[in-house]
């Protein structure tokens, strides 16, 4: 009545996961052949001294080694494409080690642990897993039969839907003057960075 037009720009949009519980299954079995990475006493120190920065109980490394049922678990929201994954092909979430337990996601604890041998060890642990897994898929044909079919139930029940227009483009003009303020610093940090890890270090 206005004559009031607007206009509805789809800027993104994720399905919910569905992971796969074989696949899942698997992850866990071979957690446990690998256990837990060995922490030194410098990295206990390191973690408790993290903590304590936190507020958080001073236990040092020791995470927990479980298997989440995602149907049981209580719901978390976060944003992530892994949701569309699970639609398209069998999934499960392979989470390791990289930083101090008490620590949370994008916090500067975070970021401390990862140029640590706390996070090297947490990667090759969970390298180890993922390997032995794939192994796993190769030679034994039950198990690949298994996550199949359960893939193809999830996929019966919730078939991918897209949910973004063909035309939507992610909006890469957000921040951009931001970025463009603080590019050269963070060229100049990334270049000391890379020189700092090609110097030759006398013996």
């Given at each position: ?82 949701g ?28 401390a ?29 039950d ?61």
């Open positions: 009545m206005t004559g009031t037009a607007e206009t509805v720009r789809f800027l993104a949009a994720c399905h919910q996961r569905y992971a796969n519980r074989h696949l899942a299954c698997a992850l866990y079995a071979n957690m446990q052949k690998i256990g837990y990475p060995e922490y030194s006493d410098e990295e206990q120190h390191f973690a408790r001294a993290l903590q304590h920065a936190l507020g958080a109980p001073e236990e040092g490394l020791a995470p927990p080694m479980t298997c989440i049922d995602a149907e049981a678990a209580p719901f978390k929201g976060s944003s992530s494409d892994v569309d994954v699970t639609l398209k092909a069998p999934t499960a979430t392979l989470l390791f080690p990289t930083w101090v337990p008490c620590a949370k996601e994008h916090t500067w604890p975070v970021t642990c990862q140029r640590s041998s706390i996070a090297h060890k947490g990667i090759k642990a969970g390298a180890e897993v993922s390997g032995l897994t794939v192994l796993d898929l190769l030679t034994k044909k198990l690949l039969q298994a996550v199949k079919d359960e893939f193809e139930e999830t996929a019966a029940k919730h078939p991918f839907i897209p949910y973004l227009p063909e035309d939507a483009m992610p909006p890469l003009e957000w921040h951009r003057e931001e970025m463009d303020a603080v590019r050269s610093l963070l060229e100049k940090a990334l270049a000391e960075l890379t020189r700092q890890d090609n110097e030759i270090k006398p013996a």
